[in-house]
């Protein structure tokens, strides 16, 4: 029997039982479809991650408070805040650094005329476009003097400007808002970021440091310090420099520990990165559970076929079917299931990952590999699970099938 002859014998018998085909390729096109689904979320995850962090800056070290302890016992990450304006000043004097933001954070209810609305409030310096990569839309940024003579002046994003002005034919630039019930006047508008995973860049309200902390958040200490290193090549010597003058700054001696933590954004990145891969693996790991179980059902389907054609089988036998062509013919009748079953399920799961990027919250990023990898490992459970079935009844001898009822 050629080749082309067992395939349409295969897809006879398949089309012959069809709501039994169907439900042994269901665990195929369930496993396929859901490990898809899972590695584009996982690395559309990832991208949306990598991109947030590149947007806070370029060559950009994060200067933040260390961590206190009491009895021995620490009290986490950010408990011990020493950082101050005038570090941000001594940071900002070496010369592997190219420019220093200091930020202090909040919440904050902005109102304007009737309507009201809650945003991240920042209070940073005039430097904040250069450090953290971002650009004005409209109007201006507020000036070194503005910063040090404590302007009532902000820059607000687009989500803000769309939620407080909802007349759109309004200009937000020059309007007076309060802020905490204290008057400020926009000055600009941040250009769009767009939002990554829970994070809105958009949804800020930028005002000077020295003014959000002497009128609305009351602390005499900075949260966060971002510098950005002069150049990709000095990240490790700004680094250096920078705790040495903090150190200095905090007169420490030699023994004592950081009071501080200096994280750069490729330490940043690949921390995240490597978190989300481990959670694809492991969610990729899950679904692929799925393809096995399929490929059990494969061939729990395909020994019921032998049984049931156990006669067919010696009839072919005792007309000069060869034992390779009884092994061939079941053999693409379960490698057919798995394949038909695997290219539904790449487009079930390239559906699945497009929904789910389009309604849900979550970013999903296909491509070519997985889908590959999915198709090739359904072919190989056919082929795998396929086997024994195939040999079961390519080992049937022509007189005991011939007698089977």
């Known amino acids: 029997m050629s080749l082309i002859e067992c395939v349409r014998v295969s897809f006879r018998s398949i089309r012959a039982n069809g709501l039994r085909s169907v439900l042994t390729m269901l665990g195929i096109i ?96 005039a430097d904040f476009l250069q450090v953290r990569n971002a650009e004005v839309a409209q109007g201006r940024f507020f000036s070194n003097f503005e910063v040090t003579r404590q302007f009532n002046v902000a820059v607000v994003g687009t989500e803000v400007v769309s939620n407080l002005f909802k007349n759109a034919t309004t200009n937000p630039i020059g309007q007076t808002v309060q802020i905490n019930r204290v008057p400020f006047t926009i000055i600009g508008v941040l250009k769009s970021q767009g939002s990554s995973g829970m994070t809105n860049n958009d949804d800020r309200i930028l005002i000077p440091i020295t003014t959000a902390m002497s009128r609305l958040t009351g602390g005499k200490n900075v949260g966060t310090i971002y510098v950005s290193a002069a150049s990709s090549d000095v990240m490790d010597k700004a680094q250096q420099d920078i705790r040495q003058t903090l150190r200095a700054k905090h007169n420490l001696r030699p023994q004592k520990e950081d009071d501080f933590r200096i994280t750069s954004q490729s330490d940043i990145l690949s921390t995240a990165q490597e978190v989300s891969s481990s959670m694809t693996a492991l969610l990729s790991g899950i679904a ?71 309604l849900g919250s979550l970013s999903t990023s296909i491509s070519l590999t997985p889908i590959l990898y999915a198709f090739l490992t359904s072919s190989l459970v056919g082929v795998i699970f396929g086997v024994y079935p195939a040999r079961k009844a390519a080992q049937l001898k022509p007189i005991d099938a011939l007698r089977y009822e």
């Open 30 to 125: 369930i496993g396929v479809a859901a490990v898809i689904a899972m590695v584009a979320i996982g690395e559309g995850t990832s991208s949306s991650v990598a991109s947030q962090i590149n947007g806070l800056g370029s060559n950009l070290l994060i200067v933040s408070p260390g961590q206190a302890t009491q009895g021995r016992v620490s009290l986490g990450a950010g408990s011990l805040n020493t950082l101050t304006m005038a570090d941000a000043e001594a940071i900002a004097e070496n010369d592997s650094v190219a420019g220093v933001a200091p930020s202090v954070n909040g919440r904050a209810q902005i109102v304007w005329g009737s309507n009201n609305y809650s945003s991240s409030l920042e209070g940073t310096t």
């Open 288 to 358: 692929a559970i799925s393809l096995i179980v399929g490929g059990i059902g494969v061939m729990n389907i395909m020994l019921v076929s032998v049984t049931e054609r156990t006669r067919e089988i010696g009839i072919r036998k005792a007309i000069g079917a060869k034992r390779r062509d009884i092994l061939r013919q079941f053999l693409i009748e379960a490698v057919t299931l798995s394949l038909i079953g695997g290219i539904l399920g790449i487009a079930f799961g390239v559906g699945a990952a497009l929904l789910i990027s389009k």
